[in-house]
């Protein structure tokens, strides 16, 4: 399809274990976001890519949660030692390059990825 | 620090009426942007309307019109003639100060869940 693809969508694991959560944005869209979303809550920031760089990393909540997007356009959360609040849905946002220096371009979400800690 | 704040949790309105979402917002910045998004069970926000600070038009897409007042710090949703797809949750959101180009780092509210009755 031609939106953002978010996988797994669904991820269980055992507290302590490693996981990786998977993002393809829209093609051609050089901005990818990442949001953590926790029950009855709205979306928190994690992190920004624009190209291959990570821009503003300040939403990671600590140094278990990194991210990477070596090409440009798919990319990868990276939770080591999961703990059971990090059980939440992990929402992948794309954008193409603003026109203009503006920034009011509206984010393309995915149907996210729901991580269950245990 | 940027808030948004939503105060109704749910919202209940019959099929082709109109309904008013409330978002006020805390900010110290002079430039801000204000965004609407809709999230229905599938779990990916989809974008609905954008306001920037110094727009002196309130912004309308379609059915959706955002009700800006400035002085209040208010930006509410205005969605006219209510039809069933519209059930599902909704977030004010605001654009945190830009400080790279492009970056749509956003703060949301709790959200809303709009149920329209037949």
């Known amino acids: 399809g031609a939106g953002v693809s978010q996988t797994p969508s669904n991820k269980v694991t055992e507290k302590g274990k490693y996981v990786e959560l998977r993002c393809d944005p829209i093609?051609?869209?050089?901005?990818l976001y990442w949001y953590r979303q926790s029950l009855g809550q709205g979306p928190e920031f994690l992190i920004y890519?624009?190209?291959?760089?990570?821009?503003?990393d300040s939403g990671l909540p600590n140094d278990r949660f990194f991210a990477v997007r070596p090409e440009g356009s798919v990319s990868t959360l990276k939770i080591q030692r999961t703990e059971r609040g990090d059980s939440a849905v992990y929402l992948c946002?794309?954008?193409?390059?603003?026109?203009?220096?503006?920034?009011?371009?509206?984010?393309?979400f995915g149907s996210g990825t729901q991580l269950s800690v245990l | 620090a940027q808030k948004i704040t939503q105060t109704q949790p749910g919202m209940f309105v019959q099929e082709k009426e109109a309904v008013t979402l409330d978002c006020t917002y805390d900010t110290s910045d002079q430039s801000y942007g204000l965004f609407w998004y809709k999230q229905p069970s599938s779990g990916e926000m989809i974008f609905l309307i954008y306001?920037?600070?110094?727009?002196?038009q309130n912004a309308t897409e379609g059915r959706y019109s955002l009700n800006f007042q400035k002085a209040r710090k208010s930006a509410n949703l205005v969605i006219s003639a209510s039809q069933l797809g519209d059930s599902a949750m909704y977030f004010c959101?605001?654009?945190?100060?830009?400080?790279?180009?492009?970056?749509?780092?956003?703060?949301f509210g709790q959200g809303t869940r709009l149920t329209i009755n037949p």
């Open positions: 959101a605001m654009r945190e100060a830009v400080i790279i180009q492009g970056a749509q780092k956003l703060v």
């Open positions: 093609s051609g869209h050089t901005a």
């Open positions: 306001q920037g600070s110094y727009d002196e």
């Open positions: 946002a794309s954008s193409p390059k603003p026109r203009g220096g503006g920034t009011n371009e509206k984010l393309f």
């Open positions: 890519f624009q190209g291959t760089g990570a821009a503003d």
